[in-house]
């Protein structure tokens, strides 16, 4: 799915990286524990986390992640943002859940991080 669907799927708000609508995100990683998504390959996958702290762009950019998606409505400081915007990571915002979330985005054919459906 490109960025820009994924924003659509999930009724999000784009945070930052307006040039990178068009990235191609295939797999999908949730968590609020870091320590999970650094353990997985996340490489250019979309990282859905409850989250809001500067930890989760450090981890997003060790991790290879390819954008970040923020649930429960919550938006990062500006802070966050703006360190999200300097290493070139897209930040958005959705309304749903983690759980509605992962399941919009599984319905759209995403696969967990391990490619199992």
Not at 19 to 39: P, W
Not at 77 to 82: F, K, L, R
């Amino acid at each position: 799915m490109k960025l820009s669907e994924i924003i659509e799927t999930l009724d999000a708000t784009l945070l930052i990286g307006e040039e990178d609508l068009d990235i191609d995100i295939t797999k999908c990683g949730a968590s609020d524990l870091m320590s999970d998504i650094l353990a997985a390959v996340c490489e250019g996958c979309i990282l859905l986390t409850g989250l809001t702290t500067i930890q989760v762009i450090r981890t997003a950019l060790i991790a290879e992640v390819g954008a970040v998606a923020f649930v429960r409505g919550k938006k990062p400081p500006p802070e966050v943002i703006e360190m999200a915007g300097i290493q070139g990571l897209p930040l958005i915002s959705s309304p749903y859940s983690m759980f509605v979330s992962c399941g919009r985005l599984h319905a759209c054919n995403l696969t967990g991080l391990s490619g199992q459906r």
